[in-house]
């Protein structure tokens, strides 16, 4: 069971979310507590699933992958084994990063990168217009991203 978060986990979580590397001596000194009760908060967190995992940042850009699509996908053919069918078969494209199944106009939201736009369309037309119950798509370039932290 997951208690209420009080202002001393929110400021540790604010912390460890700018940055997740951080020694637990570091977040201590940050925060103005000692080692051992920032562990102890730290390793509470994580049983209590409010910490999953950490997540590590490429620069996709420096890998070569200067564009980023977002791609709203509605399915022809609706029902649970056109959505499995899908999903499963988008999640296996390495341009997709990621799959958000969505309320709205498009069925799913995916954000692809791509060496460029010559590269974005080679994949759009060969990978992913072709998987199962594909029926229409929109793309929207990303000019620009603003990173926010959460709201702590």
């Not at 056109?82 to 498009?106: K, M, Q």
Request: hydrophobic content about 45%; proline content about 3%.
């Amino acid at each position: 069971m997951t208690r209420a978060l009080d202002e001393t986990d929110r400021a540790i979580l604010r912390v460890v979310q700018a940055n997740a590397a951080l020694s637990t001596t570091a977040v201590a000194r940050a925060v103005g507590m000692s080692q051992a009760a920032v562990w102890r908060r730290l390793d509470r967190l994580r049983k209590e699933g409010v910490l999953a995992g950490r997540e590590l940042s490429l620069d996709l850009e420096k890998l070569g992958f200067g564009v980023t699509i977002f791609l709203g996908v509605k399915l022809a053919a609706k029902g649970r084994v056109a959505l499995e069918d899908f999903e499963r078969a988008v999640s296996a494209i390495p341009e997709v990063r990621t799959v958000e199944h969505v309320l709205g106009r498009y069925d799913y939201r995916l954000r692809v990168v791509a060496r460029d736009l010559a590269d974005f369309e080679r994949v759009l037309r060969r990978r992913i217009l072709g998987l199962p119950g594909v029926g229409e798509a929109e793309a929207n370039v990303m000019l620009s991203e603003e990173r926010r932290p959460g709201p702590l």
